[in-house]
């Protein structure tokens, strides 16, 4: 079942682009959180929307959120992509879509991964689930949101 609006997020581990386990748990009552589902790593719409997260990061930070991109792509292939774009913030490894399968996220057009972003609040709530194939207007919506929460 696809969590929703108004969900807590459930409690989550995959590896990072550093080899970490991260740990969802360890952000709830520190910060807001942003995570977007996309579909594959250095593909024309995933770059444009990972360098547009890039590009208004500390904007993000100000507003007391951490940005989590999540692919199916292994580490190796997020730690190629996070270093030949410079993005600043946290990729994770869904090998196996158990986090696509958590989350709820459906594949668009039958077969390509979807792009879905959630922005949930300090304290773990969903306040926001947003999909879409247009890969820029993400970080618009969430940012929108994350300004009305404060």
């Known amino acids: 079942m696809a969590l929703k609006v108004g969900d807590t997020l459930p409690d989550f581990k995959a590896k990072d682009t550093n080899g970490n386990l991260f740990n969802s748990q360890d ?3 520190k910060h807001s959180l942003v995570i977007y589902f996309y579909p594959k790593d250095d593909t024309p719409g995933c770059t444009t929307q990972a360098c ?3 590009d208004n990061y500390q904007e993000f930070k100000d ?3 951490e940005v989590i991109g999540i692919s ?3 580490v190796q292939s997020h730690i190629k992509f996070k270093s030949k774009f410079n993005l600043p913030f946290i990729l ?3 090998n196996d879509k158990k986090l696509r399968r ?3 996220v459906e594949n668009d057009f039958l077969f390509i991964p979807g792009r879905q972003t959630y922005v949930i609040d300090h304290k773990g709530v969903i306040v926001m689930i947003f999909n879409s194939m247009s ?3 993400h970080i618009k919506k969430a940012l929108q949101i994350l300004k009305k929460e404060l």
């Open 72 to 74: 199916s792509d292994t």
């Open 63 to 65: 507003l007391g959120a």
């Open 52 to 54: 547009g997260f890039r």
């Open 92 to 94: 994770l490894s869904d």
């Open 102 to 104: 958590l989350f709820g």
């Open 135 to 137: 890969s820029m207007i």
């Open 27 to 29: 952000y709830i009552g």
